[in-house]
């Protein structure tokens, strides 16, 4: 039996929310369905966030309870708040991403918060959560772990300060996010190693952005670093609103070939996930879809892991 690693789709999350169109929610449901049909178990599927501030993110609550009627999937949703945490469980999502920036300058301009601000705040999303009858999952994601578009350089010790006040407030799992695509592999190892040696497992994933072209060679630092679970999106969509020129996450097809190839298993079927590519063209026809496997076509030499 090969290894596994966990891939969970942030495409219908940080892939649209900097589109330049709204995706129609008729077709956003069939194309999660898509996704989870690929053998996808993990996917984000919105956000609860202002409406104002995210217009393509407004039928969230809709598309967690389409999600969660599709069979063996994880359904997350990001809520940067205790409002959103309350949003989410009421639509029924198995597991909240926080967003917590390492750095000042993108807590600020993200959430308008100081970094402990925020962290005070998932003290009170895990506090509320724990006391409602069903579980909820809560995970934060570390933005800006690797460096930051305000700021530039982000301390190491910062990023271990960070993960150990959020592991101490109680959150049950831990992503190291470049949010905008800055950090390289000897990077990736030395922050994975120096944030698990402080919190140990509830470290688990690693959030990547491809803005230097170094997204695959980033998530196989994150594998030999044993990092097991990754966030991609399909067709590379995403990026920060605050990286300009930055562009997406990895690639959601090119790193299953990679991982497979390697004899990875990740549960999911290559074909069928290019095939998801068709409703996403559909909802965003101008959106610049990106893959080197889907341009390409799958090779001949290409072995899904046993
Ligand atoms: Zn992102």
């Not at 909240?96 to 003290?123: C, F, K, W, Y």
């Not at 630092?221 to 300009?244: K, V, Y």
Request: with cysteine.
């Amino acid at each position: 039996m090969s290894e596994h690693v966990t891939i969970c789709e942030v495409g219908p999350r940080d892939g649209l929310q900097i589109a330049k169109g709204i995706m129609p929610t008729e077709v956003k449901k069939r194309w999660i369905t898509a996704l989870a049909a690929a053998g996808l178990a993990e996917i984000e599927v919105g956000s609860f966030v202002s409406p104002k501030l995210i217009p393509q993110m407004a039928d969230t609550g809709e598309i967690v309870r389409h999600a969660i009627t599709l069979p063996g999937l994880t359904v997350v949703a990001l809520a940067p708040n205790l409002r959103g945490a309350m949003a989410a469980y009421e639509a029924g999502a198995h597991r909240i991403s926080i967003p917590v920036s390492v750095s000042m300058g993108h807590s600020r301009a993200n959430l308008n918060r100081t970094p402990d601000e925020q962290i005070d705040e998932v003290a009170r999303m895990v506090e509320w959560v724990a006391a409602q009858d069903r579980a909820m999952q809560i995970e934060a994601s570390c933005s800006t772990a690797f460096g930051c578009s305000f700021d530039g350089h982000v301390e190491v010790s910062e990023v271990v300060r960070v993960t150990a006040r959020l592991a101490a407030v109680g959150i049950q799992g831990l992503a190291l996010a470049d949010t905008v695509g800055y950090g390289h592999p000897a990077l990736i190892k030395e922050v994975v190693h120096a944030v698990r040696g402080e919190i140990g497992p509830v470290l688990e994933g690693l959030h990547l952005h491809d803005t230097m072209g170094l997204g695959l060679a980033n998530a196989l630092a994150g594998i030999e670093a044993g990092i097991r679970n990754f966030d991609s999106a399909l067709a590379g969509l995403g990026g920060c609103p605050f990286a300009p020129g930055a562009s997406g996450n990895i690639v959601t097809e090119d790193l299953v070939f990679m991982l497979e190839s390697m004899g990875f298993s990740t549960g999911t079927d290559l074909d069928k996930l290019i095939a998801a590519r068709a409703p996403l063209r559909e909802g965003l026809p101008n959106e610049t879809m990106r893959g080197g496997v889907p341009q390409a076509g799958i090779p001949k030499t290409f072995l899904r892991a046993a």
